[in-house]
């Protein structure tokens, strides 16, 4: 009697289909061409994939078909060859551009204030699909986003930035609900106070006392690795809470883009044990208080008016708003994993 399971497993090894093999499989125009036909005409017959892939020999394509075949692209029950959901990923990459255009735009003088000076030096450029935004008055980077090609494709100055915005609101929002905007995988959070191992305030992070100052949150997919970590306040602004908190003061939340969502936003620790974040925005003599948890969850929520704020010994520390934090909001820097600073 011979055991096979040696040979199997041998088998087994031999047959995975590793990334090298997948980036080997997709090597010449011609089997890059059999995606793109089929990505725009759908299911096609073998004779009508061959002319579009402009091999000479029915032969010489048949081979460049079978190295797309299984992965990439399978045959159907009737002949005909679809994308597999790899083959159709690829497509839509080749199209967009992401393996093989590097786009440089800017500058683009931006209509906002610098949420860390409050002047009008705000500026984006973009290279190598990087946005990046900064102040040219007080030198400092305010945000670094990646976007698609595609995305700087068809849009001129004055739509750019309304497109980034609004790119960007999607993915803090599907970060927030635990789902990557790119594989789909699992998303970690953490929220904690900005600015490495020290508070805004100068305190250090173990301190038991709490302390005013900006506050971020990082998310983290643990399936492909992407990341993103933002001001928390950016976090919020799609609450129902907070988009019926300025609607009733007649303003869209909307209408803030992502580099300046207003002034009147604070960002204040109010609790280590257990951990919580108190994010308030103001606006005329209403306060909306949003209570958020380490794992960026919004506990609890709450409106006042300033004169019922009753923080007691916390009074001291309030700004003439009534609400805790310095005096430009949470100013804190956005930057996307691959973005680079």
Known sequence: MTDHREDDEDAAETDVFTPSDAFQSLGGEA??????????????????????????????????????????????????YELTWAGREVARGIRAGVYTDSVAVGPVELDERCPFCQETGLVAHAADNVTEVACEDCETPVLGLSLPPSGYAKRDDGSLPAALDSFYRHRIRSYGDGVCPDCGGAVTVAVEPASGGELADGGERDRDETAHGPVQATFDCEGCGRGLRCPLSLTVLDHPAVVSFYRDHGEDVRDRPVWNVGPEWREHVVSREPWCVLVSTRLDNDVLDLYVSVDGNIVEHRRRTVSDAGLGANRANLDPTGSAGGENGPADEMREDDATA
């Open 31 to 80: 089997r890059t061409a059999v995606l793109r036909a089929l990505a725009a005409d759908g299911p096609q017959q073998f004779s009508e994939l061959h002319d579009a892939s402009g091999v000479d020999t029915s032969a010489g394509f048949a081979y460049h078909l079978r190295q797309l075949d299984g992965h990439f692209v399978r045959q159907r029950a009737d002949d005909r």
